[in-house]
């Protein structure tokens, strides 16, 4: 979903709205997805061999990773005045305590492992190590244990780094006093710990002096690929909320617009608007007359018009606008917008080939060619009589047009209100 709003309506009418912030929120989100679905492999983990506790191990750590990008990401200026201080100390509690768990599910799959291991898992724990990742001369320098005494040094490695770790995360969550005030945070950090703490006194030995090297580093992986899908709103009987934006194609995030503003006219019992329409689904305006009531109040050719009255018509067709504004009477209440990046009403591939040859355009991409442009006053039709009589000048009319008749109003015409 803020994949759906970025791609579509990320002109941000606050900074909580804007491009970097949704970006934050998609990776938070597909964290906590990860961090789901490693919750649903730890039950009943350690009795399915060392295979598989290290295959765990290596989602723990996957988590861990991207707990941390995501705190990487949220800490940047355009992002972190606009969340909560408390997300980010979190993301660095979460962070740590996946990694220590990553390595403590090695250790538990090291230490319950009876007999030799097979070749598969021989195969298996090279990778498992990150061994580029920490060349320090305090690291064991056992990767893959060939005997039960390598495999304990090994897994006690594993379990000195997990204290650690854990201790580390309980340091960074008594660090924020928002984190405080979550005991369930707590209790689960806490629980954690003590688990690590537990199975190293289990098999701490006197005068072992390998307790002071380092583990190898775990290295990231998962068999578990998330996918982001759009929404379909058209597949649920619920409602778009998204549709009082208005069409995609005009209100999207790739165009610019400016901010509605009101538009109030007021004219005279014999007076006129001074403006015209055209298109539908929004309606733009085709012309405002010089000097004309529509031109003093601040319309401007190439503007939408969103609202009548307190109705919202960027949805409405060309003849349901119409009606409204001859409804209106002498006084008529809109607010337009004003596109600033991109031309409507005179696109760059305008087609000159004539209305009676061409189809008629899509009114959502408000394209001028293949438009019949008809000047119509809102009173008498000069032309009722004779049907087929040609207009004797007009602004808004191609000199190659032919003859049509002014019964009908099409969506594609220019109606002047006067």
């Known amino acids: 979903m803020f994949r759906y709003i970025r791609d579509n309506f990320s002109n941000a009418p606050s900074m909580d709205l804007s491009s970097d912030t949704l970006d934050t929120l998609i990776q938070l989100m597909l964290a906590q997805a ?21 295959e765990v191990a290596q989602e723990a750590k996957e988590v861990s990773s991207v707990y941390n990008i995501v705190h990487k990401v949220m800490s940047n200026s355009s992002v972190k005045d606009y969340v909560p201080y408390s997300w980010i100390s979190l993301l660095l509690v979460k962070s740590e305590h ?38 320090s001369s ?40 928002q984190l405080r005030q979550i005991d369930n945070l707590q209790e689960r950090l ?56 208005g069409p995609l194609k005009v209100f999207n995030s790739r165009r610019q617009w400016t901010a509605a503003r ?23 305006v085709a012309a405002v007359d010089a000097r004309s009531l529509a031109q003093e109040a601040g319309m401007k050719e190439g503007d939408f ?13 060309h003849e349901e606008v119409v009606q409204l504004i001859r409804e209106s009477g002498n006084k008529l209440a809109l607010k337009v917008v004003t596109p600033i990046d991109h031309d409507y009403l005179h696109p760059k591939n305008h087609n000159t080939s004539s209305s009676a040859s061409s189809p008629v355009s ?8 293949d438009l019949n442009r008809i000047h119509m006053r ?15 000048w007009n602004f808004f009319r191609r000199s190659h047009s032919k003859d049509r008749q002014f019964g009908t109003l099409g969506k594609d015409d220019n109606v002047v209100f006067r």
């Open 305 to 317: 018009i969103v609202r009548i009255g307190e109705k919202d018509v960027k949805w409405m067709g």
């Open 362 to 369: 899509s009114a959502s991409t408000l394209s001028s060619s």
């Open 378 to 392: 809102s009173t008498s039709n000069p032309f009722a009589k004779d049907k087929r009589r040609r207009a004797t």
């Open 190 to 245: 806490r629980t954690a710990h003590d688990a690590s703490l537990d199975r190293y006194a289990r098999c701490e030995q006197e005068d072992d002096f390998q307790e002071i090297l380092d583990a190898p580093p775990i290295q990231a992986a998962t068999k578990y690929q998330l996918t982001l899908m759009t929404p379909e709103f058209c597949e649920h009987n619920v409602k778009d909320l998204f549709r009082d934006l």
């Open 98 to 135: 996946y990694k220590a768990l990553a390595h403590y599910y090695a250790a538990v799959g090291l230490l319950e492992h009876n007999g030799e291991i097979n070749k598969e898992t021989e195969a298996y724990l090279e990778f498992v190590h990150d061994i580029n990742a920490n060349n």
């Open 262 to 284: 009101s538009i109030q006219l007021s004219k005279e019992t014999d007076g006129n608007f001074g403006f015209s329409v055209r298109g539908d689904a929004p309606v733009i």
């Open 34 to 54: 990860r961090e789901c679905l490693f919750e649903k492999l730890v039950p009943g983990v350690e009795k399915l061999g060392l295979q598989t506790c290290l």
């Open 138 to 177: 305090t690291c064991i320098e056992i990767k893959v244990p060939k005997n039960a005494e390598e495999r304990r040094q090994l897994g006690k490695a594993h379990l000195r780094e997990s204290l650690l770790l854990h201790e580390e995360a309980l340091r960074l969550h008594r660090m924020c006093r």
